[in-house]
């Protein structure tokens, strides 16, 4: 029993890692854009859909590292074509386009790829299992892990050190003074839209090598980012990872003993969040209120 | 003001005589029944959305339990179509009644981040409990049954939803014209300074979502006896997307706009839908297209050139 529920946990950490990417990308573009994008799963979606079609020709690693930059640069075509024109504006009319936009590129992704489930090959060595003393895992899930805690580990120290993190989190506290001090505010936002879009592609891609492809795989995880991001607080990034991992967890160990509520904990948790530290773990007081 | 009353006439006597004339346009009278239960719907949101400031992206979850609520009465306890209408509409409300006091304690973006989780979460309990909602394949097994000895076939049905709808407006027009709908306006317009004037405002917000919510799930029992069929569909958020768009699509400051919204919607859907399979990119584009081109919705743009 105790070995069942350790297995779940640890499933339900992977799960985890792909909500905690998801919520940061989502974060990210909350902060400084303002914008709750509802096509990030979409974009999630279209990042896993180019690994697949680039894997012949570049191997999974080479995928790996092209697919989130292709999806990127749509991610940048777009926040040109709509995305800037939301900027200061209500927040509803951010909401409605990004879901329109979700519905659009999930339609296209049907319609290139078909409505199937299609399986992402990943390295053989990879598909091994690390240890079948005390279950079964496969080198893949610990990959995902490393992965997840290196790009997120990446990511701070880009925040931390470089010029483009400094301004980015300078932009986050107040973007009218760090435009009044010289920095070109509507590029900052064009690339942190792109790297936030970027990290959706990397959770697509790692969730399509353990999930599959299919169109509608956005939607399964972007509703659990939203509430990753609710439970881990508003503006915090590091929230947003505790919250995904969190949940992850969380819905991983009832999947053990009910699996018919996995789902439905997630809310339970937030709603709990919500009624006893209605900012969150990490959160702000009063941000984007 | 006797532009607007013409104008109010006109409207009046073409939804009395849908069934007469919808059919030679290209339409069928239960898809007339649809524009008007999803008007009833989002000008329900609307009370929350475009006249309390409140930006619910989780009413669909108030219409779904309406649907299953009416539902479920007719499938276990009672062939009184008009109870478990009732019924169906008392569980949405009162959903929507202990939720929005959690749903108020934020505001603004997190607001709306809190009640799409909330909606996912009545969404998954649909689609999990399967002995009582009949899961993924939805609730079926009840049909509406003769009120009062009249058989509710396509037309009489139309015209029962035609009497709820005018109940709804009627409810959220005498709420919009009275203190209560000034102060939900107000907070709108400025809720620190009503804070500040000592008023308790998420206990307003609160009471709006909680009336919005109530015609939500009346328009979701209709729609349920519509199709004698509950989905979990109709809780998910993307049916609360689809109220969102209706709203700003019509207007979301005109107490009609969301009526105006639900025909157009409603028909280019069916129409879209029945012509490509890529109707969801037609989709997507009128609320991309609408955010760009018409925020102010049909009503609020015509409005705006009359002022001109």
Redesign the interface.
């Known amino acids: 029993m105790l070995l069942d529920i350790l297995f779940n946990a640890f499933n339900g950490l992977i799960v985890g890692s792909f909500y905690a990417l998801m919520a940061i990308g989502l974060s990210l573009i909350l902060g400084l854009n303002g914008v709750i994008n509802f096509a990030h799963g979409g974009f999630m979606a279209l990042a896993a859909y180019f690994a697949f079609t680039l894997v012949p020709y570049t191997g999974f690693w080479g995928a790996l590292i092209i697919a989130p930059l292709l999806a990127g640069a749509v991610g940048y075509a777009v926040e040109q074509l709509i995305v800037r024109r939301l900027y200061l504006r209500d927040p509803l009319y951010s909401l409605l386009a990004t879901f329109g936009l979700a519905l659009i590129m999930q339609d296209l992704l049907r319609t290139i790829w078909g409505a199937q489930g299609l399986p992402l090959a990943i390295p053989d060595f990879l598909n091994q299992p690390v240890s079948q003393v005390y279950f079964f895992v496969t080198g893949y899930r610990l990959f995902v892990v490393a992965l997840a805690i290196l790009s997120t580990g990446t990511l701070f120290a880009v925040l931390r050190y470089t010029r483009l993190g400094v301004r980015i989190r300078a932009g986050n506290a107040d973007l009218e003074t760090i435009a009044a001090l010289g920095v070109n505010i509507y590029l900052l936002r064009s690339a942190n839209f792109v790297l936030g879009i970027m990290f959706a592609g990397l959770a697509g891609i790692l969730a399509a090598g353990q999930l599959g492809l299919t169109p509608t795989m956005g939607d399964e995880l972007i509703m659990p980012s939203f509430v990753a991001i609710v439970v881990g607080g508003v503006g915090s990034l590091l929230g947003s990872l505790l919250g995904g991992l969190i949940i992850g967890v969380a819905a991983g160990i009832t999947t053990a003993f009910y699996p018919a509520a996995s789902e439905v904990v997630i809310y339970l948790i937030m709603g709990i969040t919500l009624i006893i530290r209605p900012r969150g773990l990490l959160g702000q007081e009063g941000l984007f209120e | 003001m006797t532009r607007d009353r013409i104008v109010f006439a006109i409207s009046a006597v073409l939804l009395l005589t849908v069934p007469l004339w919808f059919g030679h346009v290209g339409g069928y009278t239960d898809l007339a029944a649809r524009v008007l239960i999803y008007a009833l719907a989002a000008m329900g949101l609307n009370l929350l ?1 475009g006249f309390t400031g409140g ?1 619910s ?1 989780g009413h669909a979850a108030y219409f779904g339990l309406g649907a299953y609520g009416t539902g479920l009465m007719l499938v276990n306890y009672t062939h009184n179509t008009l109870l478990a209408l009732l019924a169906g509409t008392l569980l949405g409300g009162l959903a929507a009644l202990l939720l929005g006091p ?1 749903a108020v ?6 607001f ?3 009640t ?3 909606g ?2 009545f969404y ?2 649909a689609v ?2 399967n002995d009582v909602t009949g899961g993924e394949d939805g609730l079926t097994g009840f049909s509406r049954q003769p009120i009062l000895g009249i058989t509710l076939g396509s037309t009489q049905f139309y015209y029962m939803v035609l009497i709820f709808f005018g109940v709804g407006a009627m409810l959220l027009w005498t709420i919009l014209n009275s203190p209560l709908g000034h102060t939900f306006v107000a907070i709108r317009e400025n809720h620190k300074r009503l804070t500040f004037l000592g008023i308790r405002t998420d206990r307003y917000v609160a009471l709006s979502f909680a009336i919005s919510g109530l015609v939500c799930a009346l328009a979701g029992g209709l729609n349920a006896l519509l199709d004698n069929f509950a989905s979990p569909d109709d809780l998910r ?1 993307t049916l609360s ?1 689809n109220f ?2 209706i709203a ?1 699509l019509g207007g979301m400051r005109n107490f009609w706009g969301p009526l105006v919204g639900a025909a157009i919607f409603v028909l280019v859907e069916n129409y879209v839908s029945a012509v490509t ?2 109707w ?2 037609v ?6 297209l609408s ?2 081109f018409f ?1 102010l919705g049909v009503l609020g743009f015509f409005r705006k050139v009359k002022k001109a």
């Open positions: 959305l930006l992206f959690i304690r934020r505001r603004g973006i997190y709306s981040m809190i799409i989780a909330i996912q979460m998954f309990i999990r409990w958020y997307g969102l768009i700003v399979q890529n969801m990119t989709i997507g584009l009128v609320f991309v955010v760009i925020p």
